[in-house]
């Protein structure tokens, strides 16, 4: 653990042990050794570290007009953070299973308070099984210390998040590679009509799926990074090279 610094903070809830480390310029969630949930830089929270979250975020060189948004998962907070603090129209709901992630995203992890940002705890499956809400936008990262929530790849899930989402509305999802042996891309395929793919640094697996056609060209798109990379203070250039329609992975 030397790596990330210094333990600051240890809480025991029914789902285990959750760490936060820091090394002075870095604050690390941790649910249990070598388990590494999460992570901010102390002085600019809203500056994603991670590359498979900064791919989550490529839906934006295609979605302009987004107006709210759903996190299911949250770990420090990071993403949430970001979205609310760079797109400053955006509404945003957050479902986070354990309460004790939530209360350390605001006493550690900086996540801010404010009526655009909507944290309450429960189960993403509940949440979506239940709710009333549509959304311009869903990400989907649910984790535990074990892995995966399992009902991330399941054919329910999807639909339910296919419910929650407007006509144009776009689910992204993140998955370990191993996870593509659930032939995922075929239960997207009953619900989404275009599908694109990104391999992150041998470890992750993102999905995006949407119903809106699209229509950006090329050159277009390279301006729309640029715009982004500059919107957001981090480059997006690199997970960029690897997202392509599903159709091109074959």
């Known amino acids: 653990m030397a790596k990330f610094g210094k333990e600051i903070l240890r809480r025991h809830d029914g789902y285990g042990v959750i760490q936060v480390f820091d090394n002075g310029n870095k604050r690390t969630l941790m649910f249990g050794a070598d388990d590494e949930q999460g992570c901010i830089l102390n002085r ?6 991670y590359d498979y979250v900064r791919a989550m975020l490529l ?26 603090h760079h797109l400053e129209h955006l509404k945003i ?21 404010d009526e655009r940002l909507n944290v309450q705890c429960g189960d993403a499956g509940d949440y979506l099984k239940n709710s009333d809400n549509t959304y311009d936008l869903i990400y989907s990262d649910i ?12 054919r329910k899930f999807i639909k339910h998040c296919c419910d929650r989402l ?24 009953q619900r989404f009509r275009y599908i694109w793919t990104n391999n992150i640094n041998k470890e992750n697996w993102i999905i995006y799926a949407t119903n809106s056609s699209i229509t950006i060209t090329e050159k277009q798109r390279k301006a729309e990074l640029k715009r982004l990379n500059n919107l957001f203070g981090f480059s997006l250039s690199k997970v960029n090279k690897g997202m392509k329609c599903y159709e091109q992975d074959q």
């Not at 004790?100 to 006493?107: K, N, W």
């Not at 999802?173 to 995922?184: A, E, G, M, R």
């Open 44 to 49: 600019t929270p809203e500056i994603v570290q």
């Open 143 to 154: 984790y535990h210390a074990t892995g995966m929530d399992a009902q991330q790849g399941t």
């Open 93 to 113: 709901d957050v479902v986070e299973l354990r309460q004790t992630v939530i209360d350390l995203a605001y006493s550690h992890f900086y996540l801010p308070h």
């Open 166 to 189: 407007t006509h144009d509305g776009w689910l992204v999802l993140n998955y370990w590679q191993q996870h593509k042996k659930l032939d995922l891309i075929a239960l997207l395929r």
């Open 59 to 84: 839906n934006l060189l295609f979605q302009k007009d987004i107006h709210r948004c759903l996190l299911l998962g949250m770990g420090t907070g990071a993403l949430a953070t970001s979205l609310w």
